[in-house]
């Protein structure tokens, strides 16, 4: 039973243009939801998270929306760089002692 | 070290064999996580620890598994009978934090394949 939800296993963006990566959860009592990037042979590292008493948060070219009437996030990443090309999983959790991830989505950034 | 570092990186296993796989928190963090990530998956909870209590165990697929934590820093997770479904790599995460916004500081995972 899948909790969170990716279902684009790839994504592939012109660098300097926008990448949107979505997210899906099916459960409404998650209240805490993160983005991590994974490289080949590395363990995720953390990127962006938001609480569920917000509807966006933004750090630098990343940012984080929330929409919690159709349990959804997405992240963005503008502009895009060869550099972001990685996979990306989100993460949701209930007071953070248990987090459900997705399958991830593989980014390629194009020069 | 500065982050959680996870041994050994790589694992072959015989099946029936006993393995065990060490992981090294960040120094001062309260929580330990361990997750099992199979081939084009997302990591999978397994169990979860704060400081040397380990408070929830509810994704170790079966008792083969094990894992302590008995000073509250250093964990091992233990499998044994080893069979080939157990081929996964397997992470590390720990956090400063209890409860809900701690966020999650991997290893670099143990690769674990069982012929």
């Known amino acids: 039973d899948q909790q969170v939800k990716q279902n684009s296993p790839s994504l592939s963006v012109q660098e300097g243009r926008i990448s949107i990566l979505n997210c899906d959860y099916t459960?409404?009592?998650?209240?805490?939801f993160l983005w991590y990037k994974k490289y080949p042979a590395e363990g995720p590292t953390f990127l962006i998270s938001?609480?569920?008493?917000?509807d966006k948060n933004e750090d630098g070219r990343f940012t984080v929306f929330l929409n919690k009437s159709a349990k959804h996030l997405s992240l963005h990443i503008v502009p895009s760089q060869p550099g972001d090309s990685a996979v990306y999983f989100c993460?949701?959790?209930?007071?953070?002692?248990?987090?459900?991830f997705g399958t991830g989505t593989s980014l390629t950034v194009i020069p | 070290g500065a982050g959680v570092s996870q041994s050994p990186r790589y694992k072959v296993a015989k099946r029936g064999q006993d393995v065990a796989l060490r992981c090294d928190p960040i120094s001062g963090h309260v929580s330990l996580f361990w997750y099992q990530q199979a081939l084009g998956q997302g990591p999978e909870f397994l169990t979860y620890?704060?400081?040397?209590?380990?408070?929830?165990k509810s994704g170790l697929p079966s008792d083969r598994f094990f894992a302590e934590r008995p000073e509250g820093s250093v964990s091992t997770l233990k499998i044994q009978r080893t069979q080939q479904e157990d081929s996964a790599v397997y992470l590390c995460a720990s956090s400063r934090r209890t409860g809900k916004t701690g966020e999650l500081f991997f290893g670099e995972g143990s690769r674990l394949t069982v012929l």
């Open positions: 993460a949701a959790s209930r007071f953070g002692n248990q987090f459900y």
């Open positions: 459960n409404s009592m998650f209240d805490y």
């Open positions: 938001i609480s569920s008493i917000k």
């Open positions: 620890f704060q400081n040397e209590a380990q408070l929830d």
